[in-house]
């Protein structure tokens, strides 16, 4: 198919757009956790993907009935799952963050690279490579067509599991806009510019530092329980550390192109990258292997190096 | 019994325990040539982690390459042994210029990054391409006949690991190694005293993607094969955390770190009683447990070296490594030189050491 | 010898310096003074190449050197201290004073590596060379210890030491005598008159010890909110109105 023009736009034009923009959007959730962890510590936090793994373990754990849980509906599963997610975020603060406060920026690196190797062994120690669970995709069987109708081979299918990945992303983006009026999230602002000032101002900068973390955690959970539906449930899958990529690497790209210091740059910046890695992967040709891989890659040396700030990033 | 007989033996001993893996059993010449590549993994990353500060999230794609080049070298165009080996150790260094010459301009933070997007798109294109993979089974990578025997690749690994642990103490030793400890803790300070540190973080990126390279090699005439899947994201950790757990910074450290970890994941499938242990559990989590959990264990230490050990392993043997190349076991308890008293006491310290001669 | 043009540059909404223009002359001691905040290690940082100004020039010797990077204006001949010590803290004197040496090792990296003749007799100088200095600052007895554990007033004389390792015609020194009392100010005075004697330097620093920029320098210019507000001889500019006011202004 590959280098064929096809004469439908959905085939040529149409699928990789949603594709792109469906994907966007997951990378986008994990691209706004990666950004608040950044304006908060200055850190790339490598573990952002593995909060994310959890909660699609718990929420699978809980939808199937395996080990200590009863079988549960999706969505008291999918709660569970969210749940995870804050607790993973919470305790590595605690646990990790905290104590090495004062340490090098390489050693913090190292810390959340270490933290997503033990939670992924953790999950793989419960179902090694059993590929046997799976969470149901999100409201059943359902699909809909773009571009065609349902049994044009150009159109684009989708079903509930990719209309609630774009639904989220909106929720959390209007979600953003709202909480960083609110006292709390001025707190965070205010702690991510100036800690010493903020704690001056009698802002209580441990708490905000949990709550920073929680944050991240939910929104990496959230990334999480959009991936795995439809799926099979695989350990380290959000991060791609036992199975080879994940959209984390997509959602730091994302965050690097839309600047690595702003909300919105995360959306945009992920959605953006979307887009570039599925026309790639629409018409780069087969006997380049890893064509989409190479050129992610591409954009994320070219944004680095000509525009280092990103699409919509001040400098710091 | 002397200190020096003492210290004769200490060395002895090493010496033998090495002979012993390399004869004892079928498998521990095997399971000593893995221990031996992942040191050289760990001694490359203690250069660009350990002495210079830059997070490497990537280097299993430059082991891979020179993986990689040295089956085909040797495969395709059926150059011997020793050119493999070198081109193994070139491409690995050509890798990390091409994309240290970028990265490193960036922050620190973004080489973390890109070096790891960099370890996937390498896996997912160049280890890929057929020319090189010669099929799904994997590029061959034979050895050459007089070192089929494990024990004596086993050998050749280890003299690969001498050398290269040499080369680095004359590193350290000389200007470039100073200016890389200069950069790892102040740049502007490194700066200031002339260091172009762009060019030395570029510098350090080389000689870890050689040493890097040199690893790949041997670890592809040690399974004789050449898979690309075996270098993927997970690899990048298990480097970054055995060199951490080691102590970065410190060749022996690392090396330990390294042997550690070796052990962790070749012996602990075949361990008796850590099997038996497993065995306890319902058959499916025992398997995960033997499979992943030297992983578990591996990011387990790491955590807890960075929090309470900062040293790693090499914090702990600091007494036995100084005293077996010839300083005291114990660290002397040194009176402050006179100078120091004075400056104290001109500031208003009190101190209770009389000014005067040291120890 | 240096010539500062029009120096300003902005750190999002605070202009930090605005216009600054600087002379030094050949073998002088100039000072820049001013209460905090005014600027002064920002023009430091900006003349040696840490920042890049928004505008102006920076000129050394009759060379444009406003686009170069810090190593290569150290190359040139400048030297400089730190405010807060500015040097390997885990490292030893010795090694300290080797590192600084670093464009004097007249070897390539990778001899280094192998260990060639020609590095190691270098090195031998460097050693050499580091020693002499510690004679010379009577520092010799810390030259084994790590840095971390000696005393404030010793390191900014070993990090002085570092600076002058580099072989420098411009020294740069930010606060020398922070951490020093009134008797071990004078001695650093003394001590750099004599340094610039015996090595031929040039010296721009900036202080707040009063007593030590009046008998040292032959020239002090006065910064206040990134503005050069005053500039003349010591004891005109220790006087003058306005400089007072500066001081006593931003007391609180």
Wanted: proline residues 5%; glycine residues 14%.
């Amino acid at each position: 198919m590959h280098g064929m023009v096809l004469a439908s736009f959905g085939g040529s034009v149409g699928v990789p757009m949603a594709n792109g923009l469906v994907n966007g959007c997951l990378w986008g959730l994990l691209a706004i956790g990666i950004v608040l962890v950044y304006k908060a510590n200055g850190i790339f936090n490598f573990a952002q993907g593995e909060f994310g793994s959890m909660a699609a373990l718990i929420a699978v754990a809980a939808v199937d009935g395996l080990g200590p849980f009863p079988k549960m509906p999706m969505p008291i599963a999918m709660i569970l799952g969210l749940l995870a997610g804050v607790l993973c975020g919470v305790a590595t603060e605690r646990l990790v963050v905290r104590p090495l406060f004062r340490s090098p920026r390489a050693t913090l690196l190292v810390a959340t690279a270490g933290v997503a190797l033990f939670l992924a062994s953790l999950q793989a120690l419960f179902t090694g490579t059993d590929l046997s669970h799976v969470f149901p995709a999100i409201g059943g069987s359902h699909h809909f067509a773009l571009f065609g109708s349902l049994s044009n081979p150009d159109a684009y299918i989708f079903g509930w599991t990719q209309i609630s990945r774009v639904l989220v992303l909106l929720a959390v983006a209007i979600g953003a806009v709202v909480f960083f009026r609110t006292r709390y999230g001025l707190g965070i602002l205010a702690v991510s510019q100036d800690p010493v000032a903020a704690n001056t101002v009698g802002i209580n900068v441990k708490r905000i530092s949990m709550l920073t973390w929680g944050l991240a955690g939910l929104l990496g959970a959230a990334a999480g329980l959009i991936d795995v539906p439809g799926g099979p449930y695989q350990p380290g899958l959000v991060s791609g550390i036992l199975t080879g990529v994940g959209p984390l690497v997509f959602a730091f790209i994302g965050a690097v192109l839309g600047g690595m210091t702003s909300l919105p740059g995360a959306f945009v910046g992920s959605l953006a990258l979307g887009l570039i890695d599925s026309f790639a992967g629409r018409y780069m040709p087969a006997s380049v292997p890893g064509g989409e891989a190479l050129v992610v890659f591409g954009v994320l040396l070219l944004v680095l190096l000509f525009r280092p700030t990103g699409l919509l990033g001040r400098e710091t | 019994m002397n200190r020096l007989s003492g210290r004769a033996v200490a060395w002895v001993g090493l010496v033998v325990v090495i002979l012993v893996v390399g004869l004892g059993g079928p498998n521990a010449a095997a399971h000593g040539t893995t221990a031996a590549v992942y040191a050289l993994a760990a001694l490359s990353i203690n250069i660009i982690l350990g002495y210079t500060g830059q997070l490497s999230l990537g280097h299993q794609g430059l082991v891979g390459t020179g993986a990689l080049f040295a089956a085909y070298v040797t495969t395709a165009h059926g150059l011997p042994f020793q050119i493999a080996l070198a081109i193994g150790g070139l491409t690995g260094g050509l890798a990390a210029v091409l994309v240290g010459f970028v990265a490193l301009r960036i922050s620190g933070l973004y080489l973390a990054l890109i070096t790891l997007v960099f370890g996937l798109t390498l896996e997912q294109s160049l280890f890929e391409l057929t020319t090189f993979t010669g099929g799904g089974a994997g590029e061959a990578a034979n050895r050459p006949s007089f070192l089929l025997p494990n024990d004596r690749y086993y050998y050749l690994c280890l003299v690969v690991v001498v050398v290269v642990c040499y080369l680095d103490s004359r590193l350290t030793r000389s200007k470039a190694g100073r200016a890389f400890k200069a950069i790892k803790e102040d740049e502007r300070v490194a700066a200031a005293m002339g260091i172009n540190v762009v060019g030395y973080k570029l510098l350090a990126f080389t000689l870890s993607g050689v040493v890097a390279g040199v690893a790949g090699a041997l670890f592809a005439f040690a399974t004789q094969q050449f898979v690309g899947s075996d270098f993927d994201f997970r690899l990048a950790l298990v480097f970054v955390v055995m060199t951490v757990v080691g102590g970065a910074g410190s060749r022996a450290g690392v090396v330990a770190g390294a042997v550690l970890f070796a052990i962790l994941h070749d012996f602990i499938a075949a361990f008796g009683p850590f099997k038996s242990f497993a065995g306890l559990f319902p058959t499916q989590t025992g398997a995960n447990l033997l499979q992943f959990g030297p992983d578990l264990i591996g990011a387990l230490l790491l955590l807890l070296t960075l929090a309470f050990n900062p040293g790693g392993l090499a914090q702990q043997m600091a007494p036995l490594v100084r005293w077996m190349t010839g300083g005291p076991f114990r660290e002397p308890r040194r009176r402050p030189p006179a100078v120091v008293v004075e400056a104290l006491e001109a500031a208003g310290i009190e101190t209770d050491e009389p000014a005067g001669a040291e120890t | 010898m240096l010539e500062v043009r029009d120096l300003s540059i902005r750190f999002g909404g605070l202009q930090a310096l605005s216009e600054v223009n600087l002379d030094v002359g050949e073998w002088e001691i100039v000072g820049l003074i001013g209460p905090n905040g005014a600027g002064k290690t920002t023009a430091f940082n900006c003349i040696t190449g840490v920042y890049r100004p928004d505008r102006g020039r920076v000129v050394f010797k009759g060379q444009d050197v406003t686009r170069l990077p810090p190593h290569r204006r150290a190359a040139l001949g400048f030297g400089r201290t730190f405010q807060n010590v500015g040097m390997v803290k885990t490292a030893t004197a010795l090694d300290n004073l080797l590192t600084a040496q670093h464009l004097k090792a007249d070897y390539s990296a990778l001899s280094g590596v192998f260990g060639t003749g020609t590095a190691l007799s270098e090195e031998r100088e460097l050693v050499r060379r580091a020693d002499a200095i510690l004679e010379l600052l009577d520092l010799r007895e810390v030259r084994d210890l790590p840095i971390s554990g000696l005393p404030y007033g010793l390191l900014k004389l070993l990090e002085l030491g570092c600076a002058l390792a580099t072989d420098p015609e411009l020294l740069f020194l930010d606060e020398p005598s922070s951490g020093m009392g009134p008797e071990e100010a004078r001695e650093l005075g003394k001590r750099l008159s004599v340094v610039r004697q015996e090595f031929g330097l040039t010296m721009l620093l900036i202080e707040h010890h009063v007593p030590l920029v009046t008998s040292l320098c032959d020239y002090v210019y006065v910064l206040n909110f990134g503005q050069v507000l005053v500039e003349g001889e010591p004891e005109f500019v220790r006087t003058h109105p306005q400089v007072v006011e500066a001081y006593l202004g931003t007391a609180s």
